[in-house]
């Protein structure tokens, strides 16, 4: 690959010299502006507002335009006589993780090639310790007539740089989020918890531009003489109202999980996690899981086996209880029955004879 920019990393006292090769390409297609009427090309032309003469690249100059209007010439030596320690120097300044790197800071991407035999030795060092730190470089670099900040990390085994923008060249989301306070419910969320995880991941490797290919294959067609019109395909209207969020999730969900090619039980499964949420006073009431046989009866014995012997406990007390009063009762009768028998049997019984003398 080509390299568009030569110089030096900056690693406190250590210099790595490196190329700067672009790591990312434009597939997209260009079009020519054309004459309609013969097809002929319409090109630019640079003029001069002065005497309206056209201009070629080598007479073309920078200049800054003032608010009046006015332009103040700037020569490439101007801007080479300026103290910019990052001409030739991409210049590191810190290590940081990662995840604090705003990604609405990322710009163009290059990869950094080692420049020479001996740059192979501190490259590798560099590239090492930033596998090892699991951090990324943050660094300045110029290019292309201006300052500009840059984060280095390891891709594979090359070290990758990615322009990033200037702090204050973010805009604040202000006006962006929606008016007024929205509330969303436990219900819709899992429904969209449900449509994520069914929807899932992909290689990013298979993804490719469909659009591009239809124009490519037109483009082809028409070169051929071949080339017919398909049907104007149809667009469902953006910015609908959602009438029903529900709906429309568990729609969603039963069709990504069709599309996915997820049949029988898989299916019943799907809408028997879809189904069960109702809307309106009830939307927040959970449906009853199922519970296999086994477990529900072991889960049944454990619970009625206690209540059985409390209750067997309680049988057992109260019984013992009505008893003991009973029996007092029934001594107490005995005893009495026993008494009465004895006076009855003194009572009736003959008073001794007397025994008198001859």
Known sequence: MRSIWNGAISFGLVSIPIKLVNATESHSISFRQIHLADGGRVRYR????????????????KGYEEADGSIIPITDDDLARLPLATAKTIEIMSFVPAEEIDPLQLDAAYYLAANGATAAKPYTLLREALKRSRKVAIAKYALRGRERLGMLRVVDDV????????????????????????????AELDLADALMATLGE???????????????SMIAEKSGGAFEPAAEAEVAPAGGKVIDLMAALENSVRAARASRGEGGEAQAAAEAEVTPIRRGAAAGAAAPKAVGGKKSTARTARKAAPAAAKKKSTATAGTAKTAKPAAKKAAAKSAAA???????AK????APRKRTSA
């Open 347 to 350: 009572k009736a019984a003959p």
């Open 159 to 186: 070290i990758a740089m990615h322009g990033l923008l200037w702090p204050d060249e973010i805009r604040a989301p202000e006006g962006v989020a929606p008016e007024g306070s929205v509330s969303v419910r436990d």
């Open 202 to 216: 992909v290689e990013m490797a298979s993804l490719h531009d469909d659009y591009r290919e239809a124009v490519e």
């Open 46 to 61: 640079k003029v001069c507002e002065l005497d309206g003469e056209e201009v070629s690249a080598a007479e073309i100059g």
């Open 338 to 344: 026993t008494a009465k028998k004895a006076s009855n």
